[in-house]
C-alpha cells in the first residue's frame, strides 16, 4: 500500500484482519516497525484497540506479512 500523509496530520495503520491473527507484521518503508494497541476505526461508527502503527506526514511504502 502506498499511502501519503498530508502536512500536520498523523494517519494509524493497523495489521488488515483477513482472518484472525493471519497478519503478523509491517513493514514501512522496508523496515519492520514494532506495533503497539491504538484506537482505530473500523468503519465510520465502529473503533477498536488493536496493534497499529502511527506516522506523521511524508510518504510510505506499506507492506504486510
Do not use: H, W
Given at each position: 500500500?502506498?499511502?501519503?500523509?498530508?502536512e500536520?496530520?498523523?494517519?494509524?495503520?493497523?495489521?488488515?484482519?483477513?482472518?484472525?491473527?493471519?497478519?503478523?507484521?509491517?513493514?514501512?518503508?522496508g523496515?519492520?516497525?514494532?506495533?503497539?494497541?491504538?484506537?482505530?476505526?473500523?468503519c465510520?461508527?465502529?473503533?477498536?484497540?488493536?496493534?497499529?502503527f502511527?506516522?506523521?506526514?511524508?510518504?510510505?511504502?506499506?507492506?504486510?506479512?
Open positions: 500500500m502506498n499511502l501519503k500523509v498530508p500536520g496530520c498523523t494517519a494509524r495503520i493497523a495489521l488488515p484482519r483477513l482472518s484472525e491473527g493471519s497478519m503478523k507484521n509491517m513493514l514501512i518503508n523496515e519492520k516497525v514494532i506495533l503497539s494497541d491504538y484506537e482505530v476505526g473500523i465510520t461508527i465502529l473503533r477498536k484497540t488493536m496493534p497499529a502511527e506516522i506523521t506526514q511524508g510518504d510510505y511504502l506499506i507492506t504486510f506479512e
